[in-house]
């Protein structure tokens, strides 16, 4: 089968693998839809996130949706031509986190494009079925990708309390703080501020129902989120851009009592906190790590209309065209946001 394989740093190459063999509580899915996360444009350039290095050749792409067409003996619930929203992190099911109900944070968790496991950007993967959601037919596969970020955006909003009636600033409005746009709306947050330093990214934040739109740089953001409330500071501050002034901003801009969940991770780890903020204001600091049993209420949310993921696609590519559409997404080509990869 085809496959975008990752050697090293830009060192991507479309192949010919040998297509997965699956065991009897599995699926094998045809792959349809694939999103470029930016963490495969990272692995892409640098060959590493952190201490993830790609030793040994790796398959990109971990936005995944497809058509079921086999399914294992044990395999109950899913049938050959369901169509699946497949969610990337495998648990070990059997460890403190798991049995807790926390399996995003088992250690042995093996995530799909992170090495050393391979990704999803092939004809062909195995899942768990159980790690596999139908979705219903009016949801299209590009959605149903979708799904994959949209939980990322979920489980921030979880974390942060987000309920109805919360005003809500985001700072940074690449996917994941635009999914965080659009879930704090569907929980019904009234106000949502978001900022970011490129103004193209600004406006798709504003077409997704954003309240106001502050570009870092020019707008003094600490000022208008104060005028904004009244005085008052954010319910809830969410910090996806990964850049250390925009968490000075979430500090900063939450209300006492207020609540500051890290969602973005910069190029470093020790970054300075405005430590008297945080304790003078009692603020609650969460971090999120990927999300937890999002699907099912991320597919109601698309399923329902409630949410739209294909208001964040800017470009689509079929698997042949794999380079030029890690090229859109890691230049911005043409306000490139969510760039899909068609399969099949
Ligand atoms: P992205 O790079 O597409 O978006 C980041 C945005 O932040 C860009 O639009 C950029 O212009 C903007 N930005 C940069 N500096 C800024 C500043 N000072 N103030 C405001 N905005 C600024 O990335 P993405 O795919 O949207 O992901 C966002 C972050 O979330 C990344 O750091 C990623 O690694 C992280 N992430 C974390 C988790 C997790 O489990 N914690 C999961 C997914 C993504
Ligand atoms: O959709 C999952 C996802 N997670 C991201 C980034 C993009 N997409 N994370 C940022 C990087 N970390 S990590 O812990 N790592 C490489 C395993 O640094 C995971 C979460
Ligand atoms: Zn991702």
Redesign the pocket.
């Known amino acids: 089968m085809k496959a975008a394989v990752l050697y090293g740093p830009r060192d991507l190459r479309l192949e010919d693998v040998a297509p997965p063999e699956m065991g009897p509580d599995d699926v094998l899915i045809s792959v349809r839809s694939v999103g470029i ?3 495969d444009v ?1 692995y892409l350039q640098s060959g590493r996130i952190g201490d993830f290095v790609v030793r040994d050749p790796m398959i990109l792409g971990h936005e995944t949706a497809g058509v079921v067409v086999d399914v294992g003996a044990n395999v109950k619930g899913l049938r050959v031509g369901d169509r699946v929203a497949v969610e990337p992190g495998i648990p070990c099911r059997t460890c403190e986190p798991c049995k807790t109900g926390r399996y995003n944070l088992c250690p042995d968790v093996r995530f799909l494009a992170t090495p050393p496991v391979d990704g999803s950007l092939c004809e062909l993967i195995v899942s768990p079925a159980d790690f596999a959601y139908k979705v219903p037919d009016h949801v299209t596969l590009d959605e149903a990708a979708l799904i994959e ?1 949209l939980s ?1 955006g979920l489980h921030a909003c979880r974390r942060g309390g987000v309920t109805a009636g919360s005003t809500v600033l985001i ?8 999914t965080c746009v659009m879930t704090a709306l569907a929980f019904g947050a009234t106000r949502v501020f978001v ?4 103004e193209h ?1 600004l406006r798709k934040a504003e077409e997704l129902g954003a309240t106001a739109a502050l570009v ?1 740089g020019k707008d003094d953001v600490r000022e208008a989120v104060l005028e904004l409330t009244e005085g008052r500071g954010v319910d809830v501050a969410i910090e ?4 250390e ?2 968490l000075h ?1 979430c500090v900063q801009a939450a209300k006492p009592g207020g609540r500051v969940v ?5 190029a470093d780890d020790l970054v300075t906190v405005p430590m008297v903020h945080v304790a003078t204001k009692e603020l609650d600091l969460v ?5 937890v049993y999002t699907y099912p209420a991320a597919i109601e949310l698309v399923s329902t209309g409630r949410i739209d993921m294909k208001k964040l696609i800017t470009h689509r590519f079929p698997l042949e065209e794999v380079h030029k559409g890690f090229e859109y997404a890691e230049k911005g080509i043409d306000g490139a946001i969510k760039v899909m990869i068609e399969v099949g």
């Open positions: 996360c930016g963490s990272h970020p990322v700072t940074g409005a690449g996917p994941i703080g635009l900022t970011d330093l490129q990214r870092v996806c851009s990964g850049a002034r925009a901003t890290l969602v973005g991770l910069g971090g999120i790590f990927r999300y």
